[in-house]
């Protein structure tokens, strides 16, 4: 079994920062493993926003990308740090592993304008 735990959310003003990061437990070496971030609006379909494989590699949305940065540590923690937010971006991030498809509980950001 793998838990995830996500933190770092909060509610913010336009053009702000936060870094969220997601602690992962369990079963699994998730020094090989790719991890990521995706996030849910109200009334919109969960998306990906980041990942980051083993070997450093990283993938973002467009919509993210030059404002998002995705990493991680040697061990089990993958970060995702967000600057010059948008109200667009409010939103449940989730953690993800896809190995098994494990997913972390959410947490809120929410950006003012």
């Known amino acids: 079994q793998v838990h995830l735990v996500e933190s770092g959310g909060g509610l913010v003003q336009a053009g702000g920062s936060l870094r969220l990061s997601c602690a992962a437990s369990?079963?699994?070496?998730?020094?090989?493993?790719?991890m990521g971030w995706y996030r849910q609006a109200p009334g919109k379909q969960r998306e990906l926003v980041a990942t980051?494989?083993?070997?450093?590699?990283t993938n973002y949305a467009d919509s993210v990308k030059g404002r998002f940065t995705i990493y991680r540590n040697n061990a089990n923690t993958v970060y995702l740090q967000m600057h010059s937010l948008k109200p667009e971006d409010t939103a449940v991030y989730f953690c993800?592993?896809?190995?098994?498809?494990?997913w972390g509980q959410g947490t809120q950001v929410t950006v003012s304008s």
């Open positions: 369990g079963s699994i070496v998730f020094s090989i493993t790719t």
């Open positions: 993800n592993i896809p190995r098994g498809d494990f």
């Open positions: 980051i494989n083993s070997g450093g590699s």
